[in-house]
């Protein structure tokens, strides 16, 4: 992306480029630079100035980072690198450590000759966050001094000074959010430690520490695999069971680009296949997985074709090959150009040329020496192509006896009368009683009602012709009418608000996790396109005389509590915690849970789709241990249990 942005600032002349490189637009528009002001772009603040040092560790020059929450939710990250250059640069006539802190568009990644390849997702990432912060302060140990300088909002408050003999080499950087520029300054060190480990992997060989020193959040991680993304690979499928012993690893160059891929498959039927550029996450994939599956297919059907397994003109498709794999595909290059709506997708052509050549060539090689790996390999992709023409032949069946094609919707819809999907919503209920308070208490105009009931399939143990033919799960198919699976249209989607409606209990729960785990695996752009929520009903009423209120939380609970009482200490306020939804009658459920204007309603997404993953693995796979260390690290969450 960094490179993108270096050919834009070259067809521009010199009083253009003044305007790029004040750091005001950052502070007007933060989310042109991070995304956005919420969670994700505080976060994104420590990725920028991490990537800087990974950017060294690629380049050969790094081997240690440590990142630190200190008190106050302070950053700090350090590394061994070589440190940021502190000379003059010509081009400025200023030192390039301050040209680094308040330039935009400005650094070592801009065909200088600093870095081949870099991470950094924008090539503005140390500017944007001193711009963003409160203050920051940088020391570089370098030429034997301790360089150091100081900013506030971008501004320089400390020029760069030495403060002391260095003996060692590397860049120190700390920092604190501003709190005018995000709507929370608390850092989660869960969403960070996420991103180092991943960072950790792939990079084979380099350690990064992530430490929170904040009180009564202390705890500290350390990361490096020297196996790089074949212990990625592990890790994915620590959960699930590996049919062959072997992370197969394929890898290989040109010119300036560097591949890497390691894979392995599971007993599963889902396929976690996780691609980067450049250390960054491309989850709408590109031209790196485009020629990952490609090679893939051709590669098995022509050894089956080979050694007879095969036979005739019979082929395996993509998906049939994919059941049950988990791969991690790796690319580093120069010029890395970055597609989509929202830039990550890879768009370099000649990357797909690099990674199907690589696994052609290598794959082939391994199947040829490990022909029992193979075979089993070949074995489980016929298998979902036979399954694959059962389910087939079971939603034609379901179809037939249902009367699909003639429109006919399942007895337990009540539909809405809009017909815009953009317009609709369903809300899908557990249980009759529930679902009776929320048909009459719902607007029939844009609202509509699907009624559940009992425990639905889990779908981690089942294919789809299991699913096709589920009493519960098909009246869902049919209502939402896109499908499932390689079927799955989201054009003919006839709601874009589905909202799970359940009680906040450990059975609601369940139930929203059965759910979740369908779209999950079975329509999973529902959730990409941000189209699945969860609603909110309350815990408790709360009634002094002829007064209602409702509270969401045992926090809110006793301050409306507290409110009721405001002018008469001694009132008696009477608390009653709704047992479940069936127990509100029509009118309290629509003007707590089901009323636009006042509801409370959580999307789900899918910040980390591998973590959703491991996730829905752990709740709802065939393992018992890992679900029992889950649950007992997560019971006292249970009162309000939430994905």
Known sequence: MSENIEKVTQEYDASQIQVLEGLEAVRKRPGMYIGSTSSSGLHHLVYEIVDNSIDEALAGYCTGIEVVIEEGNIIRVSDNGRGIPVDIQEQTGKSAL?????????????????????????????????????????????????????????????????????????????????????????????????????????????????????????QENIHCYEGGIREYVTYLNRHKTPIHNDVIYISGSKDEAVAEIALQYNDGYNETIVSFANDINTPEGGMHETGFKTALTRVINAYGQKNNIIKGDDKVSGDDVREGICAVISVKLPEAQFEGQTKQKLGNAYIRTLVDGLVTEQLATYFEEHPQAAKIILEKA????????????????????????????????????????????????????????????????????????????????????????????????????????????????????????????????????????????????????????????????LTRGKTQRVAFSDEERDRVSAEMRADNPNAKVEINRFKGLGEMDPHELWETTMDPEKRTLRRITLKDAIQADQIFTVLMGEEVEPRRDWIEQNAKYVVNLDI
């Not at 700390?174 to 608390?186: A, G, I, L, N, S």
């Not at 079971?394 to 809405?416: F, H, I, W």
């Not at 999950?520 to 408790?540: C, N, Q």
Request: aromatic fraction near 8%.
């Open 98 to 218: 301050e040209v680094v802190f308040t330039v935009l568009h400005a650094g070592g990644k801009f065909g200088g000759g600093g870095y081949k390849v870099s991470g950094g997702l924008h090539g503005v990432g140390a500017s944007v966050v001193n711009a963003l912060s409160e203050w920051l302060e940088v020391q570089v140990h370098k030429d034997g001094k301790i360089h150091e300088m100081k900013f506030s909002r971008g501004e320089i408050t400390q020029p760069i000074t030495i403060v002391g003999e260095a003996y060692r080499t590397g860049t120190t950087v700390r920092f604190k959010p501003d709190p005018e520029m995000f709507d929370d300054t608390v850092y989660e060190y869960d969403i960070l430690h996420t991103r180092m480990r991943e960072q950790a992997f792939l990079n084979g060989g380099l350690t990064i520490a992530i430490r929170d020193e904040r009180e009564g959040k202390e």
């Open 382 to 541: 016929m298998m979902a192509n036979r399954a694959r023409e059962a389910a087939r032949k079971a939603r034609e069946s379901v179809r037939r006896k249902t009367g699909l094609e003639s429109g006919q919707m399942p007895d337990k819809l009540q539909d809405c009368h809009e017909r815009d999907p953009g317009l609709c919503e369903i809300y899908i209920v557990e249980g009759d009683s529930a679902a009776g308070s929320a048909i009459q208490g719902r607007d029939s105009r844009f609202q509509a009602i699907l009624a559940m009931w009992g425990k639905m399939l889990n779908v981690e143990k089942a294919r789809a012709d299991k699913i096709y033919g589920n009493d519960k799960l098909y009246p869902l198919i049919v209502a939402l009418g896109a499908g499932i699976g390689d079927e799955f249209n989201i054009e003919k989607l006839r709601y874009h608000k589905i909202i799970i409606m359940a009680d906040a209990d450990v059975d609601g729960s369940h139930i929203r996790t059965l759910l979740l785990t369908f779209f999950f695996r079975y329509m999973r752009p529902l959730i990409e396109h941000g189209y699945v929520y969860s609603a909110v009903p309350p815990l408790y009423k």
